[in-house]
């Protein structure tokens, strides 16, 4: 997989690529992940891609020249599955979604900024837009890292036990069983017994009550 994000500001997001799971695909080949500078696809002298909104109002805009140029040179290199756009008003980031972008091979993420990006950029090259909640960030570049980390660590060869994806919390529709790990007792407190009797059928059956009644209780409107 290839992901290439455009945005105004790469130094926001490049440091979630630098560690752990991430660095580790991408150090693998797993995945290839590309920064480009909005500001290099601008020939003004003050290398401005942003402009105030026509009709008037508060906030600046991210204006579609540089956009068409980035993504028209990376489009004349290869195909793109998707174009992204990360916005708050796109449709919220799910488990759902991770999975269906995990399978694709090319992908360009735009991040917006200030008041947005020209509207003729959602209309002509975008794909997907995509929110990770109902909040306002500074810009997409938070939300692009998140979306990232959601897609690559899904991709095949990224976790050490490949089926530790498979076992996450929404993969199957509930929230995760809770965890243990040692020491069995501390401080009174005891892991449940039956976590520690090796019968694999009852520790499965538990786990699954588990998951279940977690979600009633904590996300019912998931069941
Ligand atoms: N840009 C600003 N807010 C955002 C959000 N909630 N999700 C994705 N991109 C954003």
Known sequence: MRIDIITVLPELISSPFEASILKRA?????????FHNL???????????DDYQFGGGAGMVLMIEPIDKCITELKSQRDYDEVIYMTPDGTTLNQKIANTLSLVENIIILCGHYKG??????DAFITKEISIGDYVLSGGELGAAVLCDTIIRLLPGVLNDETSALTDT????LLAPPVYTRPAEYKGMNVPNVLLSGNFGKIE???ENKAFERTEKLRPDLL
């Open 117 to 122: 990006v020209d509207q003729r950029v959602r």
């Open 205 to 207: 059956e538990w786990r």
């Open 26 to 34: 991408i150090e693998k080949g797993l995945v290839e992940v590309h």
């Open 170 to 173: 929404f993969q199957d529709g």
């Open 39 to 49: 500001r290099d696809y601008t020939d003004t002298k003050y290398r401005n891609v």
